[in-house]
């Protein structure tokens, strides 16, 4: 299913804040923009992963994920996410330290739970 429009959703695990967004992506170099926009909005967040899948004109789908420094691989944790729901678009999810570190397995579980809060919030119209 292809992503029409976007869904929200925030998270605190242990004082960190995790903003998702799930959006329409219109090709593969337009995830630069939002991950910019994202930055912006989010000053005080030091990782904005991201994932996205999307096909091209050939019907050709294409995938990709970025971690963008922070623990584990959350940005493949987010891809996965869209491959479950076979979703057509990005999820970004930005994260604001809390001052309590999460562990590997609790970044990837935070980033899992704010990705498929943005997708239920999409889902549920």
Known sequence: M???QAAE???TVERSRFYALLAPLAAP???GDQVKARRRD???ARHHCWAYRLRDAAGT???????DGEVGQPGRVLLELLRKH???????????????????????RAFRDAGQGAIDVLLRG
């Open 2 to 4: 292809k992503v029409q």
């Open 9 to 11: 959703f925030t998270l």
């Open 29 to 31: 170099e337009a995830i």
């Open 61 to 67: 789908l294409g995938e990709a994920s970025k971690n």
């Open 42 to 44: 989010y000053r005080q």
């Open 86 to 108: 076979d979703l057509e678009g990005a999820l970004i999810v930005s994260r604001v330290f809390g001052g309590v570190k999460l562990g590997v397995g609790g970044v990837s």
